[in-house]
C-alpha cells in the first residue's frame, strides 16, 4: 500500500483548496539546506509519490517535523541521518529550534480520575466482529437526538498536523493516540486532560478499551488500553493511572509498523503488521528491495507473552536477481495487514486482509483474505483476491511523470491493497456473510465457512486506478452495510506546483460518496454520492471508516464535513464544517481540516468525538453533545 497517498495528498489538498500556502521562507544556503537538499528533496521537492511538498512542512512545528523523522512516517528515512543533522533540517524548514517539551496545549483536570461506569465504546470495529455499530445504551443517543448535537470542546494535539487514532471512550474518559506518540486521557465533558502516556512511536491505530475482568488483570482496578505503534511496539496501558503494563515488539524489521489495531478477545491481543515504511524506502533508486512481511501476532493479554504468530508470506525473502544497478532484489515480501482483523466468535476465526507485494516474485498472499484459527494461528482459508499485485514506490510511472526505478518489479500491478478488515455481518434470516472492499474499489460479499464469493462487483465505474476506492472500513447496522468511497485522480498535464490550484491538479471521483448495501446481495439502497450528497454542497469522498447507531450513521469526509445520514434513506439529519481553527481547552488553537485515517468518529453518552486535521500544527479532537 502506498500509505502515503491517500492521507498526506488529501491533507494536502485540503492545504491548498483553503488557499493556505505557507509564504516562502527566506532562502539562504545553510547546513540545513544542505542536508535537505541531500535527504529530503528528492521527494519532498516536487510532491514525489503523495509526499508533502517544502511548502507543506514549512507549515509544521519543528518538533513536528523532528518527531516524524525519529519516531513516525518518515522514521526510517531518517534513522541513518545524525540527530544533530535531524534538528538542522527542522530549523531549516521552520526557522525555529526543537524545543526539548511539547506545548503545553492540555488544561490539567482538578478531580482524580474514577472510571466507576464502565461502559464502553473502545476497539476499533467496536464489537469483535468489525460492525462499528454502538448500541444504545452505549451511543447514548438516539437517531432522533441526532440534530441536537453541539460542539462542547475542542482538543488540540501538541505538534501534530495529523492524528489518526480512534479515540476509545469509557467510563467518561476519551483515550486518544497521536503523531507525537503521546496517548491521552480526557475527561470527555470538559476535554482536560488527566494522564498522557508517551509510546516511542506515532500511534496511528484506534485505541482498544477493555475492562478488567473475571480472570484477573490485579494490577487494574480499572480497565486496559491496548495500542500499538509506528515501532511495532504494542502496549498495554492501565486506564486509570497510565502506567505501563507491559510492553512487546512483535517485530524485528526496521519498517516493520503497526496502522491498524489490536483485536481483543477471548483472553487474547492479537496484533497486525504492516509497513508504510519499506514500501516507501523503494522509491530511493538504491534501496535493496525488499524484506519485509506482514503477520499477525497473538499476545497473552495478562502477560504481554507472544503465543504465536502467523506471517502473511510464509518464507523470507531470499535474493532474486540483480536490478540494473547491480543491487540484489529480494522477495517475496510485503502483504502487510494494515486494518484490525475480524474475529468470529461461532467459528474459533479470525479474518484479516492484506496489501500489495512489494517486490518479485509475486505471491498468492497479497490483495488476499485470510481466515485463520484464532487458537493455533493456523491458515483454514485464503482467497486471493486480486492475483499479481506486486508494487512498490519505486513504480513511479505509475502514479505521476517520475520512470520506473530500479527496485520497481518487473510487472507492476495496480497497488490495490486491502486496508480495510472484512465485516462479519448477521443476516436477519440466519446465517452470516463477510462484506470486504478494496482500494480498487471492488466491494464484495464472501462466505464465512470457505471464502468463496457470494457477489462481487466494482463500486465505481472510472477506469483510472484510485479513482475511488475503500480506504479503511464500513458500518453496519442489522442488514444495511454503509460503505466510504473516495478517490482523486491526477492530472498529468497540470505540475504539482504549489501555486497551483488544487481543482487542477486533481479530478474527484464521481463515484466519491457513502453507500448503503444489502449485506446479502450487495444492491445498492441509497447512495449519496459526490453532486447527490447535499444540496448545493459536492461531498469530497468519504475514507474514515463510519460509525452507525440504531437508524443513523455518522461519516466525515476528506473536506471536513462530519455527516449524520439516516440509516434508512441516506436523509442527511445533522452535519458540522470542522475546516477550521478552533479555541482548545488550555487556551491553544487547533484547526481541522480534513477527516480521514482509520478511525475518525466515536460515539458514547450522547456525545461525538471527531478528529480533523489540516496538515498544519495543531490538529484537533471535537467533542459534541446531544445535553
Ligand atoms: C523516498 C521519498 C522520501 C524521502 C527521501 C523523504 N520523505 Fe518525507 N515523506 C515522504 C512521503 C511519501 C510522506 C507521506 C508519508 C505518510 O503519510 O505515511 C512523507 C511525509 C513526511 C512528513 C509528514 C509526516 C506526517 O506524518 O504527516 C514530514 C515532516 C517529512 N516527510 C519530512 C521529511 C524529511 C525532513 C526528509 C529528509 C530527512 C524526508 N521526509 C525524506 C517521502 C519521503
Known sequence: MRAARSPVTIALLVVLLWGVLAPAAAEEQSVGERLFESHCARCHENGVQGAPMKSLLRQMTPNAIYNTLTKGAMRFQGREIPDGDLRQIAFYLTQREVASGELPTFASCRRKLRLSDQKASAGWGIEASNTRFVDREHAGMAAADVGHLKLAWAFAFPDSVGVRSQPAVAGGVVFVGSQSGSVYALDAHTGCLYWKFDAAGEVRGAITYRDRDARGLESSRTGILYFGDAFANV?????????????????????????????????????????????????SADYVCCTFRGSLTAIEHRTGKILWKRYTVPTAAVEQYRNSLGKPQMGPSGAGIWSTPTIDARRGSIYLTTGNNYSDPVDDNSDAMFALSLKTGRVRWKHQILPDDVYNDGCGAIYNDAPNRPTCPKTPGPDADFTAPPVLVALSGGGEILVAGQKSSDIMGLDPNDGHFVWKYRISHDPAPMSGGVWFGMAVDGDTVFVPVTGTERNRSVPMDPNTHLDQIYKFSAANGLYALEARTGAIKWARTAAACEPGIECKGFAAAPVAIAGAVFAGSIDGIVRAFASSTGKILWSFDTSREFPAVGGKTGTGGAIWGAGALMMADGMLFVHSSAARPQSVLLAFSIH
Open 235 to 283: 502496549y498495554a496501558v492501565d486506564a486509570g493511572t497510565g502506567g505501563l503494563l507491559w510492553r512487546v515488539k512483535v517485530d524485528s524489521h526496521p519498517a516493520a509498523r503497526i496502522a491498524g489495531s489490536p483485536a481483543v478477545f477471548g483472553g487474547r491481543v492479537y496484533v497486525p503488521l504492516g509497513s508504510w515504511g519499506e514500501e516507501l524506502a523503494a522509491a
